[in-house]
């Protein structure tokens, strides 16, 4: 079965300091995968996408994510945090048929 | 380029009623999703509108049902609310069914 896991349900971290979220999926082909952030009560905004192609990829705000097939994950980073960057943050997969799998998400503090 | 938009923002209603929710896709988009984001969890897939048919569903029963416009608008209908249908109801646009989906705002329904 499709599933995504986000191991670390809330993380601080305080502003300038590197920052790494886990995920990792089950799927049985080449996965499309996604980071999307959710501000309090606000919708979800697609930070970044990987399709095929280079492992590395560049997203909005400063954000990267890197595929590791060998290890069936899709960490997000970003090298200095923002106080700005305190939200949620959901790892998804997207099906074949057209549907995102999420994680349970990720809480990010930041302290100043 | 117009966004994904919902209506209403907040809703409340009594369990055993009857609501309806409302979204208008993005510019040019064709497809549209609807997930259901309780708290603390990720959103889950509720089910797919592509040319006014229903193109997949999720675990969701019967009396989630849904209905999409020759506009590509799209309306979500619950029946005999239950306290647990209390959370965020979130759209999505997409173009043909693709998996790379935009979220809109949400709607929050509470049940009491």
């Known amino acids: 079965a499709q599933s995504v896991t986000q191991p670390d349900i809330h993380i601080t971290v305080s502003e300038g300091a590197s920052l790494e979220l886990r995920c990792n999926y089950s799927y049985g082909a080449t996965p499309y995968l996604f980071w999307y952030v959710q501000s309090p009560g606000q919708g979800l905004q697609l930070l970044l996408k990987y399709f095929s192609g280079d492992t590395l990829v560049q997203g909005i705000k400063g954000f990267e994510a890197e595929f590791k097939r060998s290890q069936s994950s899709f960490n997000l980073r970003k090298p200095s945090v923002h106080w700005s960057d305190a939200a949620e943050y959901f790892c998804?997969?997207?099906?074949?048929?057209?549907?995102?799998?999420f994680g349970q998400g990720t809480t990010l503090q930041v302290k100043p | 380029e117009t966004g994904v938009t919902q209506s209403p923002t907040h809703l409340i209603k009594t369990r055993g009623q009857q609501v309806t929710l409302r979204c208008s896709s993005q510019?040019?988009?064709?497809?549209v999703s609807w997930y259901q984001q309780a708290l603390g969890q990720g959103p889950q897939f509720i089910f797919q509108y592509y040319r006014e048919e229903e193109n997949g569903r999720g675990n969701f029963p019967p009396r989630f049902s849904g209905l999409q416009f020759p506009n590509y608008s799209s309306e979500l209908n619950v029946n005999a609310l239950e306290l647990d249908d209390s959370a965020l109801y979130l759209c999505?646009?997409?173009?043909?069914?693709?998996?790379?989906?935009?979220f809109g705002p949400g709607t929050r329904l509470t049940v009491t």
């Open positions: 510019s040019g988009h064709n497809t």
């Open positions: 998804a997969v997207g099906s074949n048929t057209g549907k995102l799998i």
């Open positions: 999505a646009s997409s173009l043909d069914r693709e998996v790379e989906q935009y």
